[in-house]
């Protein structure tokens, strides 16, 4: 009949496809460099890692893989986009001042899309669904201007084994555009991400739940969040990941509810602590900001952010919680660097 005509088509093409992708992933070289002359976005990368959440696994290399290989991707002469700048600071709720340089994590937001672009090669080996967000480091050496041009380069870094699944680190840096060979450089994040072994539930994060440590913090802010953030901030930094967005898409990769970036926590948390202690010359360069992400927080919802006054060298520790004060969310500390 043709229902069973159909069906059989379908197997044929769809092993077909598989076994291309198989051959394609095994015959790759295990090291890749490779230079962008423009970003693709999130939904062009999309066909490949669908097919790489088939192909792969969730916290278990591929059959020939001791570790994740050296991946290198670049992209030259990124200029800032003032309109997307405009739109990324009044998501946090800031007025936008055309003449002030641009917020520490704003860097990451421009290109967002070579994360998923280095999770969709053949050379990587795991699936990209199950990976989360679970550290963040991020130094800046200097103001950047919303006139700078940026060289951007990511790559893999360490390959860690670890109970809950396998942990690696990405690392993504910034250099001033110029035509000197020794480029300076002016902004550096590591992303520690996990791969986590399948679980039944994708609500809990890899963190404890303990709030003890935050308790005590002499200063603490409410933040809201709308129900509609996270497609207000896919827009402007380009991670349009399906738990961010609507509730229907967030319980396809199993949250029950949309959960906001992690990336907007933390700019959140640094907009808030530059208010409470005076303003911008407080975050003043070189400056580095160190984040766990705890439990995802869920939209719409409000949040407490505690503040601790800063300690003898300057460093200054933060929390995100629970309204109610019970579940952490993420805890981090920002300090000036030593020139």
Known sequence: CIRDRFLTFF??????????????????????????????????????????????????????????????LSIASRRIDTTNLKDYVQSFGENFDPSSNVPICYPQAMVFSLTPSILSLDQFPLSPLGIIHIRNDTTQYRPISPNDSLDFTSTIGATRFEEKGIEFDYILKAYLTSDKEEKELVWESTQTLLSRKKVRSRNQRTAPTSVSGLKDAPHSVLISLTGNLGVKFARVSGDFNLQHLYPITAKIVGF??????????????????????????????????????????????????KVFDANESGEVKFGLVSESGELPHLVGSVRHLNE
Not at 12 to 28: G, P, T
Not at 51 to 69: C, Q, R, S, Y
């Open 11 to 72: 197997i044929v093409i769809a092993s077909s496809l598989l076994f291309y992708v198989n051959l394609r992933i095994k015959n790759a070289p295990k090291t890749l460099h490779k230079n962008y002359n423009q970003l693709p976005t999130f939904f062009q990368l999309l066909p490949k890692l669908f097919l790489n959440v088939i192909i792969k696994n969730e916290g278990k290399l591929l059959p020939g893989f001791k570790k994740i290989p050296d991946l290198k």
């Open 256 to 305: 029950k509810k949309p959960i906001i970036h992690g990336m907007w926590s933390v700019q959140k948390c640094l907009f808030e602590i530059q208010t409470l202690f005076g303003g911008s010359k407080f975050l003043e360069y070189p400056l580095n900001v160190n984040v766990a992400f705890k439990l995802p927080i869920y939209l719409p919802s409000k949040v407490s952010l």
